[in-house]
Nanobody, 119 residues
Framework: QVHLVESGGGLVQAGGSLRLSCAAS????????MGWYRQAPGKQRDLVAL???????NYVDSVKGRFTISRDNAKNTVYLTINSLKPEDTAVYFC?????????????WGQGTQVTVSS
C-alpha cells in the first residue's frame, strides 16, 4: 500500500496563490506518474495536471499558465503551485500516484484537500 497525504489547501481570495503538497509513503517501489485531480461540488473528479517520473508535465487547458506541477523524487512528493486563483478553482484537490510494484501497476489517491476561492 502507498499512502498519499496532501496539505496546503485553504481559503484564499481571488487572485491569490496556494501551494499544495502531497507526500507518498509506504510500499513504494517505483512511482511513475504523479498528479492532481479536482472535484467541485456536484461535479465529477477531473484531471488538473500530471508529472512523469522524468519530469514531463501535462496540464488541462483551463489551468495552463496559472498552475505549475513539480515533484521531488528523493522525497516522493508532488507539488501544485496555483497562481491567479479564480472562484471556479474552488474544489477538493486530490493527489494521485501510480506505483509499479511486484504485483504490477496500482493507482493511489489522497484524501483530498479543500481549496476555496472567494470573489
Amino acid at each position: 500500500q502507498v499512502h498519499l497525504v496532501e496539505s496546503g489547501g485553504g481559503l484564499v481570495q481571488a487572485g491569490g496563490s496556494l501551494r499544495l503538497s502531497c507526500a507518498a509513503s509506504g510500499s513504494i517501489f517505483r512511482l511513475n506518474d504523479m498528479g492532481w485531480y479536482r472535484q467541485a461540488p456536484g461535479k465529477q473528479r477531473d484531471l488538473v495536471a500530471l508529472v512523469t517520473s522524468g519530469g514531463t508535465t501535462n496540464y488541462v487547458d483551463s489551468v495552463k499558465g496559472r498552475f505549475t506541477i513539480s515533484r521531488d523524487n528523493a522525497k516522493n512528493t508532488v507539488y501544485l503551485t496555483i497562481n491567479s486563483l479564480k472562484p471556479e478553482d474552488t474544489a477538493v484537490y486530490f493527489c494521485y500516484a501510480n506505483n509499479w510494484g511486484p504485483t504490477g501497476s496500482s493507482d493511489y489517491w489522497g484524501q483530498g484537500t479543500q481549496v476555496t476561492v472567494s470573489s
